[in-house]
């Protein structure tokens, strides 16, 4: 059974602008602390595939494919021993100006269970900075 982590956040920005912010993950260290670093080959809008090396701090490097992008967000997934991970970053534009983004993180597998136990809490934290970055960075362009 797979453990959850969900976080939602309003942001005042058109949803155009905040999937750029979104999906330009190579600049995430910019306006998260939760991302110390991104490699990434691509430019532009992510691409079903494409791999991306994220290395967060406190975590080894986790190595993030692509699996869903379009104009309201992505979904990327990564695995370790007994983990797998999908996380979404996705858009839900109220026409009024404000938009929702939905993060989620998911881990499933033998050693999911145990992973989340022992780093529940900084997951949240990291969950919840990266959706305030979000935020600011979105409603600052």
């Keep these: 059974m797979p453990v959850d982590f969900r976080e939602t956040v309003r942001i005042t920005a058109p949803a155009t602008v905040i999937n750029d912010v979104v999906q330009a993950v ?4 910019t306006w998260t602390a939760s991302v110390s670093t991104v490699d990434r080959a691509g430019t532009g809008p992510l691409t079903v595939g494409e ?22 967000g992505f979904e990327w ?3 370790s ?7 979404g970053h996705w858009i839900t ?11 989620t993180l ?3 597998g033998p050693l999911a269970r145990v992973t989340t136990l022992l780093y529940g809490g900084l ?3 990291y969950v919840h900075m990266e959706a305030e970055g979000l935020r600011k960075a979105s409603e600052s362009r």
């Excluded at 109220?94 to 993060?103: A, I, K, R, S």
């Design 81 to 87: 021993p007994g983990i797998r991970n999908v996380a």
């Design 123 to 125: 997951i949240r934290r």
């Design 77 to 79: 997934a990564s695995r």
């Design 26 to 29: 190579e600049a995430w260290p």
């Design 51 to 72: 791999t991306v090396v994220v290395q967060q701090p406190k975590l080894p490097p986790s190595t993030w494919t692509v699996t869903k992008a379009d104009g309201t």
């Design 106 to 108: 998911s881990f499933a």
């Design 93 to 103: 534009d109220h026409g009024d100006g404000t938009c929702d983004v939905e993060l």
